[in-house]
């Protein structure tokens, strides 16, 4: 998510809104984005109850209470335009989003 943070201005220059979801909860959330020196983008709690959102977008684990990590975007009428998930330890490339914002 620091790679995000780094980029804003960029996703921001395509009209973007970046936020974070994550299944743990707003004090774990703070913590962690004050490990990073802080974030200024939106960072939302999926933690009650546990992974509601993860779940609807098919990228929770039950088996390990977590969330792989998703990348989507959303466009302006609220349609997936896209859309990745793929194994938490796995940082994609923010130019591949860029490629799709463009698009859109």
């Known amino acids: 998510m620091p790679s995000y943070e780094a980029d ?14 994550s299944v743990d909860s707003v004090p774990c959330n703070t913590a962690w984005a004050k490990s990073l020196g802080g974030i200024t983008y939106d960072l939302l709690s999926d933690f009650h109850p546990k992974g ?7 990228a ?17 009428e609220g349609k997936i ?11 994609p490339d923010n130019e591949e989003i ?7």
């Open 8 to 21: 804003l201005s960029r996703f921001e220059g395509l009209d973007t809104h970046v936020l974070g979801i």
């Open 52 to 58: 509601e959102v993860a779940k609807s977008f098919g």
């Open 60 to 76: 929770y684990r039950e088996a390990d209470g977590i969330s792989e990590r998703a990348l989507f975007v959303v466009d302006k």
């Open 81 to 91: 335009a896209y859309k990745d998930i793929h194994d938490i330890s796995k940082q």
């Open 98 to 104: 860029f490629d799709v914002l463009r698009k859109l």
